[in-house]
Structures are given as C-alpha cells and as structure tokens.
C-alpha cells in the first residue's frame, strides 16, 4: 500500500463503491466521505470512512487533509427535492474546490452526467423556471462543471467525467423495472420504435476509468460508454434470449409515448429515466470515447449485453435469495402510467 490518498465524496454509494475499491486494487489509500454511515465493506484495508456532508464546507476541509487526488462524485439526483438538488449538486462542488485549494491537492475529478450536454427546456408557463427536476438537474450538473474549471487553473487540475448510463450488481435504476417484468415474463415496454442505439456502461468499468483519470493530469472532459452496443431492440432482445422467460418486447408508439412522458414531467411527477426518454424521441444516445482511450489507456471489458446480462443475473439471484426485489430507484407512478398506455394496445 503506498501514502497515495484519494477521498471520494459520496464513496458510500453504489459508484463510489466501486470507485474505491478499484483504487485500493490500484495500491492507493482511498477516504471516504459520505453523509450516509459507514458501509458494511468499510473494513476493508487501505479505507477509512468519514460521515460527512459535502454541504459542510469544514467537515469536507478537514476531511481533504494529505490527500493527493479527490473524486467527487457526490450528488443529489432529480429524484430528490429541488431545493436539495440545488444546494448540495452547487455547494457542494463548490466545497470540495475550497477544500483542495486549501490543502494544495493538485487534482480532483468530478463525476458528472451526459445530462449536463443537454440544452435547456424552457418551461411552457413559467419561463424562468426549469420544465422538471430532471431539466433543474442538468441545469445543476452543468453550473457545476463551470464552477469546477473556473476554480481548477490557478489551484489544481480538473477533469470532468459524463459516464453513459451505467449499471452492474448493486443498483439498477429504472433497469430493475425492466429486470423485474422479464423474470416474471411479463412484456416489456419499449417507448417508440427501438430502433435507435442507446450506449450503455458496466459500473465496473466506469470505475476504473475514474481510477486511471484520478492518477493523471489529463484536464478537460472525458466520456465513458461500452464500445460495443447495438440497438435497444437488439440488446433487449439479446437479454430475453439469455433470460430464457416468456417476455417479449412491446412497443409503445412515439406518439402516445411523447405525450405522456411531457404529462408525468408537467405534473411534478418524478421524470423517468435518459433510457426512456432518448427511446420516445428516437434519438441516439452515444459517447464519443476516444479520449479516455488514447489519452488513459482505458478499454472497456463489458458490452452493452454483458453489462445488461450481468446486473440481471445479479438481480435474479437476489431475489432468489431473499425473497424480495432489490429496492431500485424506479419511480412506481410514473411507470404505471406507461403500463397503463400498454394496456391500450392490441394485443400481439
């Protein structure tokens, strides 16, 4: 083990996990810092936890003492309260740059969201307001971004990372729906034609991508994504066949699909994920990863299929065991609605 030190904001969570554990694998020491109480595998050697809110400019300070490098990868996601979106995805970046200028850390990497590329949606009443949590999450990640290189020449180097949605053992998101309606063989909703890519990315190698950028000086933005994907009809498909259940794919048209998907956003309802919303409008979701492979050396191990395959044989096996579906991130409403539209179609 050497006395390289890398503090991880939000490194309790499912990221941060994997984040920490392959910088131990590195040979680094690795700090959590995380408002959750420490994780079962904080015993693990080489790690040492503080409980910590990234809100808390001194508690983070002080938590960034003999650090060489920190990860931040603490966020709130548009899931929670607008207010707490805000304060903790703005603040709290705003800390952990305080917090390295404070110390000399010469390098922090910030985890960030393809959302952030996105343009902004104005709302159709009220102009000066986002149209969703999810638009007021973007709008987030984005002023984090510039903060974050604003603060970075004269103190330390930056590097932003936008991951394509990624999953693995663990967490799922709004996966775990789908993974839940093949292992009962129910159908499988797919919004719009499918016929558009949508790159996805195992946990574990976005991990090691964060882990191989954490120990350069490589500045700027990097983008992660499988190298080998298809599309969605295709990589669903693929699953099915591997899940060996009666679910087929059933899709729901664009235009009954656009519509409701304004309607659950409109309403206030939780907006579900990038997966469903890139599906209703088509659109191609694909990141261009020649940075990170000519500039880190990285190479994705997991396909699209292999990183679907394996959280869902994760997802299984859990519910085999304890009787129960892993708690996900899915928004229960908002899909129903979805379902509902399902119902409404002829049967195949």
Known sequence: MTDRIVLVTGGAGFLGEHVARSLLASGSRVRVFDHAPSPAWAGLAGLESIQGDVRDRAALVRAAAGVSAIVHAAFASPRQDASLITDVNLRGTENVSAAAAAHGVRRVVLVSSTVAGWA??????????????????????????????????????????????????????????????????????????????????????????????????????????????????????????????????????????????????????VPLSEWHRHSAWGHDSVADTTRARLELGWRPERSNIEALVNAYDWYVETVARTGDAPRTHAVPRAHRMLRGLLSLLPHA
């Open 120 to 269: 902004p949606r104005p709302h159709p009443f009220l102009r000066h307001s986002p149209l969703s949590r999810l638009d007021l999450y973007r709008a987030t990640r984005t002023e984090a971004e510039v903060m974050l290189a604003r603060a970075s020449p004269a103190t330390f180097a930056a590097a932003i990372v936008r991951p394509q949605s990624f999953l693995g053992p663990g967490r799922l998101g709004a996966f775990g729906i789908i993974f839940e309606l093949i292992r009962t063989g129910d159908p499988v909703p797919v919004l719009g034609t499918g016929a558009h890519r949508y790159q996805l990315l195992g946990v574990d190698d976005l991990a090691e991508g964060i882990r191989l950028l954490a120990a350069t000086e490589h500045e700027g933005t990097f983008l992660f994504g499988a190298n080998i994907f298809g599309t969605v009809n295709d990589d669903l498909t693929a699953l099915l066949a591997h899940a060996g259940t009666n679910a087929t794919l059933r899709h729901i048209p664009a235009a009954l699909a656009r519509p409701a998907l304004r309607a659950i956003e409109l309403t206030g309802m």
